[in-house]
C-alpha cells in the first residue's frame, strides 16, 4: 500500500507514546534520565513537534497516550524489574502532577486526546483507547514517541492484534540505548508496519490536502495517452 493511501487523513492517528515531562522531558530522573537525554540528543521531540502540527493542520487526530500513577498505586502490579526500579520514587508520575504532563512542545493542542492509564506498560491493555480511535473512524496509527524497548512495542502488537495498520517512526521514536532501538526498527517494527520518517509522512498528508487541478482538456488527455 501507498504511504500516501495508508495515511490518509480521513481513517489515521497520529499516537504519541509517553513523551511527559516526567520520562523524556525535563523533569525525568533516575532510570529516566538517560532516555531523555537520548530524546533530545536525537531531536525526537523536534522531529514530533514538526509532525503534530503537520498533522493538526491536515485533520489528523493527535493523540498523546500518557502514563500517571494514583499516591496508593491502586491498579499497578509491581511484577517487572523497570516498574520495580522506576517507583522507588514515591511521587513518581502521580495524577496531575507535572512530572505527568505532555512535553510542552508538543502541545496538547486544544484538539488533541490525552488518554491517561494508571496502570501496564503499554497503552491499549485494559483501557478504552480502542473504543476512542474506532469512534472516530481511524485505521492505521502513525507511531511515535518512548520507548521502542516497550512501550511503543507493546502497543504496537496490541494494535496490529485489534486490526490496525501501523506506521512507526524512525526519526520520532527512540529506544535505549541507541542502536537497540535501530535493531528493533530494522528486525521486529519492519514485521508489524511501515517504518518510515516524519518528513515522509508529512509530504503525504500534504500531496492529500491539495486541491485538484483542473481537468484536462481532450487534446492534453490525447498527448499524454500517445
Given at each position: 500500500m501507498q504511504l500516501a493511501t495508508l495515511v490518509d487523513p480521513a481513517h489515521t492517528a497520529v499516537?504519541?507514546?509517553?513523551?511527559?515531562?516526567?520520562?523524556?522531558?525535563?523533569?525525568?530522573?533516575?532510570?529516566?534520565?538517560?532516555?531523555?537525554?537520548?530524546?533530545?540528543?536525537?531531536g525526537v521531540a523536534d522531529a514530533l513537534a514538526t509532525l503534530l502540527d503537520g498533522a493538526r493542520r491536515a485533520g489528523v487526530d493527535v493523540v498523546h497516550a500518557t502514563i500517571q500513577y494514583r499516591p496508593d498505586r491502586a491498579g499497578v502490579s509491581m511484577n517487572t524489574p523497570f516498574l520495580a526500579v522506576s517507583l522507588r520514587d514515591p511521587d513518581h508520575l502521580l495524577v496531575g502532577s507535572d512530572q505527568a504532563e505532555v512535553m510542552p512542545e508538543l502541545g496538547p493542542a486544544p484538539?488533541?486526546?490525552?488518554?491517561?492509564?494508571?496502570?501496564?506498560?503499554?497503552?491499549?491493555?485494559?483501557?478504552?483507547?480502542?473504543?476512542?480511535?474506532?469512534?472516530?473512524?481511524?485505521?492505521?496509527?502513525?507511531?511515535?514517541?518512548?520507548?521502542?524497548?516497550?512501550?511503543?512495542?507493546?502497543?504496537?502488537?496490541?494494535?496490529?492484534?485489534?486490526?490496525?495498520?501501523?506506521?512507526?517512526?524512525?526519526?520520532?521514536?527512540?529506544?535505549?540505548?541507541?542502536?537497540?532501538?535501530?535493531?528493533?526498527?530494522?528486525?521486529?517494527?519492519?514485521?508489524?508496519?511501515?517504518?518510515?520518517?516524519?518528513?515522509?509522512?508529512?509530504?503525504?498528508?500534504?500531496a492529500s490536502t491539495l486541491p485538484a487541478g483542473p481537468p484536462a482538456s481532450p487534446s492534453t488527455a490525447a498527448e499524454a495517452l500517445s
Open positions: 499516537l504519541v507514546s509517553e513523551m511527559q515531562r516526567g520520562i523524556a522531558g525535563d523533569l525525568a530522573a533516575g532510570p529516566l534520565a538517560v532516555l531523555a537525554t537520548a530524546v533530545r540528543e536525537h484538539t488533541d486526546i490525552v488518554h491517561a492509564r494508571t496502570h501496564g506498560m503499554s497503552a491499549f491493555t485494559g483501557t478504552d483507547l480502542d473504543v476512542i480511535l474506532r469512534s472516530r473512524g481511524i485505521r492505521t496509527l502513525v507511531i511515535g514517541g518512548v520507548s521502542l524497548n516497550e512501550a511503543i512495542i507493546g502497543a504496537a502488537i496490541e494494535a496490529a492484534n485489534l486490526g490496525y495498520r501501523l506506521v512507526i517512526l524512525r526519526d520520532g521514536s527512540l529506544g535505549v540505548p541507541y542502536q537497540f532501538g535501530e535493531d528493533m526498527l530494522r528486525h521486529a517494527f519492519a514485521l508489524l508496519g511501515t517504518v518510515t520518517t516524519t518528513t515522509a509522512v508529512l509530504e503525504a498528508w500534504q
